[in-house]
T-cell receptor
Framework: GAVVSQHPSWVICKSGTSVKIECRSL??????MFWYRQFPKQSLMLMAT?????????EQGVEKDKFLINHASLTLSTLTVTSAHPEDSSFYIC????????????FGPGTRLTVL | GNSVTQMEGPVTLSEEAFLTINCTYT??????LFWYVQYPGEGLQLLLK?????DKGSNKGFEATYRKETTSFHLEKGSVQVSDSAVYFC?????????????FGQGTRLTINP
């Protein structure tokens, strides 16, 4: 069965609004969670890495004030796209590394964000 | 820096055909190498991996061998099925990082026709 869930699976919002995406590790504790962005027909680009209870580490070029990450527990991380604009439209994917299984990332099904 | 290059898709084959998806990488030292598969509407799933030179990863009839001399990790399957239709991603992680800091190729869409 699925190890990671994301909610919502797709969302449409107006320009200027904020959108929150949840990533949950089902039944297992995640030591580390990752957020990726995937443009159409392109690869996954790592946005940030987060560990429970500490601040996320953002990749170069990713605006931390625009993409707020909260890793509140060992099973939940949220990504908030603040003041979204059409160029933020993309497929956002989270993944986790489970405690004791550092050699494998488990991916969520992704969230399609469309900003009008 | 680290990078992964995959053959461009889409790739369309008939059922029972032989499949090869090329993947080459650039990295310092000995990275770990992975193939992930993304079925329609689902998240990426680990298909196979290899952590040192000459290792062969295999799963579900797919194989890939870690070739340090050619910096390659080509994915092969002897006889594909319609259910293999998906997007395949080659990826690496730097030495001693486990599955952290994955660097992905651009993905190859595979369609298998009955």
């Amino acid at each position: 069965g699925a190890v990671v869930s994301q909610h919502p699976s797709w969302v449409i919002c107006k320009s200027g609004t904020s959108v929150k995406i949840e990533c949950r590790s089902l039944d297992f504790q995640a030591t580390t969670m990752f957020w990726y962005r995937q443009f159409p027909k392109q690869s996954l680009m790592l946005m940030a890495t987060s560990n429970e209870g500490s601040k996320a580490t953002y990749e170069q070029g990713v605006e931390k004030d625009k993409f707020l990450i909260n890793h509140a527990s060992l099973t939940l991380s949220t990504l908030t796209v603040t003041s979204a604009h059409p160029e933020d439209s993309s497929f956002y994917i989270c993944s986790v590394i489970l405690a004791g299984y550092r050699d494998t990332q488990y991916f969520g099904p992704g969230t399609r964000l469309t900003v009008l | 820096g680290n990078s992964v290059t995959q053959m461009e898709g889409p790739v369309t084959l008939s059922e029972e055909a032989f499949l090869t998806i090329n993947c080459t990488y650039t990295a310092t030292g000995y990275p770990s190498l992975f193939w992930y598969v993304q079925y329609p509407g689902e998240g990426l799933q680990l298909l196979l991996k290899a952590t040192k030179a000459d290792d062969k990863g295999s799963n579900k009839g797919f194989e890939a061998t870690y070739r340090k001399e050619t910096t390659s990790f080509h994915l092969e399957k002897g006889s594909v099925q319609v259910s293999d239709s998906a997007v395949y991603f080659c990826a690496l992680s730097p030495p001693y990082q486990g599955a952290q800091k994955l660097v992905f190729g651009q993905g190859t869409r595979l369609t298998i026709n009955p």
